[in-house]
């Protein structure tokens, strides 16, 4: 019996099949995955947010075959040739590869040369001599001789017999699904560069005279060898296994196995030597190229999928890095010749002043430019500086050290943030609308102030392949990318809660049931009416109807309104059971919130009811104990040194402070403040064996690094956690690291194209890389790869903060590879 949809997927996922039926119903009724996440937890048996992401990818997929199956059943019956035997075997294919294998021979397709031979009626000379090899090939060929028939001769006859048995062996479903997965597990992808391509092509040197096993291959060495060969650099073999010795001639192991399956052996019979010549034409010009196309294809679906991976777990990481929080923030957007663009926006993120100063090159009015500053930031009770990390980026950082030097009284802390998508933002039809009548250039200012303020709230603007934090994402599949972005971001959003009387419509567009036009509406109403005062009054809302309000409701947050339970996460439909328990406790609502040990006095199984199963009580009682606590981590800073603010700054045995920006599979990229990350390689980031770098270290971490080696030619630093480690100061010495060969790749001058403010182009040629990173970024500091304490902000000082575990973390900027904002656009 085949099993259904929902037992598949449970059996894949490790859980009850009515686990997976219940959240199947959910779905298809309209929930989102954070809705059935956090409020039907009895309803699927606490099935997490990770679990229903992949149930509803997979539901996806298995309903896309359930339906070609459907199609192909209907185009095998209409021909007369579906049997009950044929039906089993369709039915019976799981997985889209192996439904089109069985499919191949029925599939509609122009007319073959094994076509035309059947209708010349050299169909039983094919039979004959595949059933009964005793017979003289050409003997037997002589009787199908026909003229009329386009036969010409007996050469003619069996070059049509021949392709009819061709056809049949590329056809065979079982033989075909063997032979894919002895090439996929043996065999190997070769690149060489192509004749007179090798300085133009630089950039592909690692790849020049390279092969490696299908199932060795990363993602980012397929995606930069079919980049390569699309550049028309690389040409690309796949090697079905290690090339046979020429020693030893004789039919490969395939043909053997061709052979074996069609019964073909050579035992000197007069018709063995035709047959083994014609599996041999059926491997070379059939087989092997229908299985070089399906596992080309399996590579790069293979690549894209964990391309994909990194993209999104980049993407959450920095959507949930640390907020500064409701602080009144100097945005300053930094540029040589057209200035450095001022913004100042008040604690809720409105704009209260704008302004270009010119400090540097060529105006140099920096008494000036700081006396402007010093005003705004008084006027305005400034306490955040938040500075672009584009050109003249650190300048611009060494005049916000100046103002914070020769104001203390102003208690300003500095913090660098990233400029990724500042551009995209500026010039979108939301910020004109957000920002009318403002200059294009200032908006990026405005951007970055609000960066510093709350990431995720401003980040939501932007389309998240903008924000160019993945590795080649020009070459993955549009749908893909942009499906599992958007889930990662609607998860952020959600997992964070919005504010509904301040969110964008953006940011509201990204909550459980809120579509974009809703989400206009919504604003809209506020705008018209003021400020939400409860959840309920968003029932006014034109379209938000009862649907869209219970997939809503328990995202959106309301400061200060009339319930005090709608700030927090607790959903509208338990507020009953909320005041069941301030009333066992002998107290009112506002009363039982964050009153602790009240709360932990109450035992969770006295509230259960049918409605209200023990995990939604457990979750409600926790909430209210810190009722719309925010999951990202606290805000803190890394201090640049004073004084290390180029690459030739640095010299081997520093130890310096610094943010990682990204973590791929061969390591960490670090900001150390001179416009180059630096590496620190797997094997620097622990004493111990570290196999995956994540679980040492993640972006936006604060981490103490030592300086093992500068090559300021190559623009190459490579770090260490290990403080203990020697330094090589050796000039020009070769690192003490071994480097992956990717890693060599990203070390490359043309390793990765000039970073454009918000362009989204991290990958988009060369080797361009983007973080190989996984999970989410967590809280806390890391020193020396050991987790410390948290702390807020340092104030002032004469260093260069960086942010940990927020956007500010300049990480992500460089999409895990080398290069800095000095690459970035020339304003």
């Not at 050796?730 to 790749?745: H, L, S, Y």
Request: a neutral charge.
């Amino acid at each position: 019996m085949t099993m259904s949809i929902e037992g598949r997927i449970a059996e894949e996922l490790g859980v009850r099949e009515r686990q997976v039926k219940a959240a199947v119903e959910l779905l298809d009724g309209g929930s989102t995955v954070p809705f059935i996440a956090r409020y039907r937890k009895e309803a699927t048996e606490m099935l997490d947010d990770a679990q229903l992401r992949t149930l509803e990818e997979r539901l996806r997929y298995l309903r896309e075959l359930a339906d070609r199956r459907a199609a192909i059943l209907e185009s095998v019956r209409e021909q007369g040739k579906l049997d009950a035997e044929l039906e089993a075997r369709i039915n019976a294919a799981d997985t889209k590869a192996r439904l089109e294998d069985i499919y191949l021979p029925f599939k509609p397709k122009r007319r073959t040369k094994a076509q035309i031979a059947r209708e010349a009626g050299l169909e039983p000379l094919a039979d004959g001599l595949l059933a009964d090899p005793t017979v003289e090939p050409a003997a037997a060929a002589a009787a199908f001789v026909d003229a009329d028939k386009g036969v010409a001769d007996p050469a003619a006859a069996l070059e049509g017999a021949r392709a009819i048995l061709t056809e049949r062996f590329a056809e065979d479903a079982d033989l075909i699904g063997e032979l894919r997965e002895r090439m996929w597990g043996r065999g190997r992808l070769v690149a060489r560069v192509r004749e007179g391509k090798e300085e133009a092509g630089a950039k592909f040197a690692d790849y020049f005279d390279f092969a490696e096993p299908f199932t060795a291959l990363p993602s980012h060495r397929v995606l930069a060898m079919l980049r390569g060969e699309k550049e028309d650099v690389l040409d690309l073999t796949l090697e079905p296994e290690e090339r046979e010795d020429s020693a030893t001639p004789g039919p490969s192991t395939y043909e053997g196995m061709v052979a074996r399956r069609f019964g073909v052996n050579d035992r000197g019979r007069p018709g063995d030597k035709w047959l083994a010549d014609t599996v041999r034409w059926a491997w070379r010009t059939k087989i092997q190229v229908h299985l070089g196309i399906d596992l080309r294809m399996r590579l790069r679906a293979a690549a894209e999928d964990e391309a994909v991976r990194v993209f999104a777990a980049n993407l959450r990481d920095l959507l949930l890095a640390a907020p500064a929080g409701t602080r009144a923030t100097l945005g300053l957007d930094p540029g040589f010749r057209t200035g450095v663009k001022v913004a100042v926006v008040d604690a809720t993120g409105k704009v209260v002043a704008t302004d270009v100063i010119y400090p540097h090159v060529p105006a140099n009015k920096w008494d000036e430019s700081l006396a402007k500053l010093a005003r705004l930031a008084e006027e305005h009770a400034v306490e955040l500086i938040a500075i672009g990390n584009g050109t003249a980026s650190r300048e611009t950082d060494k005049l916000a050290g100046d103002l914070i030097t020769r104001h203390p009284e102003l208690k300003l802390t500095k913090v660098m943030v990233s400029e990724a998508g500042a551009s995209v933002y500026s010039a979108s039809a939301f910020a004109s609308q957000e920002l009318p009548g403002m200059d294009v250039s200032l908006r990026g200012a405005v951007s970055i102030a609000r960066r510093l303020q709350d990431p995720l709230a401003e980040l939501v603007k932007i389309d998240p392949k903008s924000i160019g934090v993945g590795q080649y994402q020009h070459d993955l599949s549009e749908v893909k990318l942009s499906r599992s972005l958007d889930a990662v971001v609607e998860d952020c959003v959600n997992g964070v809660g919005v504010d509904v009387n301040t969110a964008s419509a953006p940011l509201l567009s990204r909550v459980s049931g809120i579509s974009g036009g809703l989400a206009e509406n919504i604003v809209a109403h506020r705008d018209e009416n003021g400020p939400f005062r409860s959840r309920k009054a968003l029932k006014d809302v034109a379209r938000l109807g009862p649907k869209a309000y219970e997939q809503c409701a328990g995202f959106l947050r309301i400061r200060g309104g009339d319930d005090p339970l709608d700030f927090s996460s607790v959903h509208p439909e338990s507020y009953p059971l909320v005041r069941g328990m301030a009333k066992t406790a002998g107290s009112d609502v506002a009363a039982l919130i964050g009153n602790t040990g009240v709360l932990r006095s109450l035992r969770p199984e006295q509230f259960v009811t049918e409605a209200f199963g023990l995990p939604t009580v457990t979750d409600i009682l926790r909430e209210l104990e810190k009722p719309g606590r925010d999951p990202r981590p606290a805000f803190k800073t890394a201090t640049f040194k004073e004084g290390v603010e180029k690459i030739g700054d640095l010299a081997p045995g520093m130890i310096l402070e610094g943010v990682v920006t990204n973590v791929a599979a061969f390591g960490a990229f670090i900001d150390i403040g001179v416009h180059q990350d630096g590496l620190a390689h797997v094997s620097a980031l622990s004493k111990t064996f570290v196999k995956d770098p994540r679980d040492v270290v993640k972006p936006g971490d604060i981490v103490r690094v030592k300086v093992l080696d500068v090559d300021i030619p190559r623009k190459r630093i490579s770090l260490t956690l290990r403080l203990e480690d020697e330094a090589d100061r050796t000039a020009g010495g070769a690192p003490r690291q071994r480097e992956d060969r990717q890693e060599r790749q990203e070390r490359r001058g043309g390793g990765r194209p000039p970073q454009q403010r918000g362009a989204g182009q991290s990958g988009q040629s060369g080797q361009g890389q983007g973080g190989q990173g996984r999970g989410q970024g967590g809280g806390g500091q890391r020193q020396g790869g050991q987790r410390q304490g948290g702390g807020g902000p340092r104030q002032g000082g004469s260093g260069s903060p960086a942010p940990a575990n927020s956007a500010m973390a300049d990480a992500l900027r460089r999409a895990g590879v080398t290069g800095g904002p000095e690459e970035r656009r020339k304003r």
